[in-house]
């Protein structure tokens, strides 16, 4: 299977593509799959984040007051006792408190206890989070693979169908000039030519469609794989029927594989996360806390300062509040339990409908192969008889026409077969 393309205007150097080279440029190139990517990072940056959270939380601070007003204490006369018969102080005494600057600076640090299982809840959503990502990536890859066969096999198939529109304009061309040369020669005096022509023009009409078509899946297949060409030429391929294995088999193998399937799981899980979660809220924050604090200019506090204890935050509506939370999060998982099935059931349908489409090609392949085979053979005889001068060309021309069509459509059996059997593979997350 080659794609041909123009490398330049004056010479033509043909680089040829496999099907797998086609899916591997446009899994490179695709905007989407990127976004995701970047999405996979974002969340990746998200859990070591969280994962910070566990340790301890150190703080920093500072402070600095300029005082207008100090504070002052008075010790009145005599209140310190009495030496020599003389009172001390022997009179009032006023003093100012503290200094008009003053600095505090320090550290804290803080260690959650109880949280510590919440955190580790909360890192395994993130966890999840990241896997719902990449499983969404991988979906997008597999979709995007698809529309390359499709559109591949779509356009050999619109070919062969200008094979059978270009040999029926040919039969339409030479009937019209065999009644034509009939009137020169006078062996007829009626003849519908307008009928003829609009044979022609429609058999026109219709390789123009076809070849609009082909633009259009070509043009799909540049912007998809990106490769920068003027032109898209496929080559004729021979399609070999695969092995193919039971139905259940296929079935069991997509329950574990399956990409949808396997999104709709990492939801399910996310969701009983999601309540084990609201209810650790429920557990009071406690941890230990300590740190240092230098101060200068106080009259009370101590210039050095460390310290040690425990800390206790408990906001005790969180009680009531996440009752209505946990309540949410089972309804989100009744949803989930859901769509598992929904999902499980229509994966089900998918691999069903595959399963009968690769049968049904199979069939129409045997049938159509029959077909080809007949009317190579009449072909045959009919180039016997125009080489004996025993028939028209337009015979010679019919027949052709029949076997193009006859080529076409087992040529279209066939694609269907691989179109059907790459869906299954697919389904299946191969």
């Known amino acids: 299977m080659l794609l041909c393309r123009s490398i330049s205007l004056h010479a033509q150097n ?24 970047w999405e ?38 005599g209140t310190l006792g009495e030496t020599n018969n003389e009172l001390f102080p022997n009179s009032d005494r006023t003093f100012n408190v503290g200094q ?24 395994k959503v993130d966890k999840t989070d990241e896997a719902l990502t990449e499983r969404e990536k991988f979906k997008t890859s597999l979709q995007i693979k698809q529309a390359i066969v499709k559109l591949y096999y779509g356009t050999l198939i619109l070919q062969k169908q ?41 058999a026109e009409q219709n390789i123009l469609k076809i070849n609009i078509q082909i633009q259009d899946y070509t043009g799909d297949l540049t912007n998809l794989t990106g490769i920068n060409t003027g032109s898209l030429k ?29 999104i709709a799981t ?27 604090s230098y101060v200068f200019g106080s009259a009370v506090l101590p210039s050095n300062n460390p310290y040690i204890g425990v800390n206790l935050k408990w906001n005790l509506q969180d009680i009531f509040s996440n009752r209505k939370i946990v309540k949410q999060r089972q309804f989100q998982l009744k949803q989930s339990e859901e769509n598992f099935l929904n999902t499980q059931q229509q994966v089900n349908n998918d691999i069903e409908k595959a399963y009968r489409r690769i049968n049904q090609s199979q069939a129409l392949i045997t049938v159509t192969r029959k077909v080809v085979f007949y009317q190579t053979e009449e072909l045959k005889v009919q180039e016997g008889k125009q080489a004996a001068g025993l028939n028209v060309k337009t015979d010679l021309l019919s ?9 076409a459509d087992m040529y279209a059996a066939q694609l269907s077969y691989l179109i059907a059997v790459s869906d299954l593979k697919i389904l299946t997350g191969e």
């Open 14 to 37: 043909i680089e040829s593509y496999t099907l797998k080279q086609l899916q591997d440029s446009a899994l490179k190139n695709n905007h989407v799959l990127a976004i995701k990517q």
């Open 40 to 77: 996979i990072k974002e969340k990746q940056a998200k859990t070591q984040e969280d994962e910070i959270k566990r340790y301890p939380t150190p703080t920093l601070n500072g402070n600095y007051q300029h005082i207008f007003n100090l504070g002052e204490i008075t010790i009145p006369k």
């Open 234 to 262: 496929l080559a004729g391929i021979e399609p070999t029927v695969q092995q193919i294995n039971g139905l259940e088999e296929y079935k069991n193998v997509a329950s574990g594989s399956n990409a949808d399937l396997q």
């Open 162 to 202: 200008l094979d059978e529109a270009e040999a029926k304009l040919a039969l339409a061309k030479s009937k019209y000039t065999d009644v034509e040369n009939a009137l020169l020669a006078g062996k007829t005096i009626t003849a519908d030519k307008a009928g003829l022509q609009a044979n022609i023009a429609d």
């Open 399 to 407: 027949t052709k026409s029949m076997l193009a069509r006859s080529e």
């Open 266 to 292: 990492l939801n399910k899980s996310k969701a009983l996360l999601g309540i084990k979660a609201a209810r650790q809220s429920n557990i009071p924050d406690i941890g230990l806390i300590g740190g240092y």
């Open 100 to 123: 008009k600057n003053n600095y505090s600076t320090g550290i804290s640090v803080y260690q959650p206890i109880t949280q510590q299982a919440k955190i580790g809840t909360l890192l």
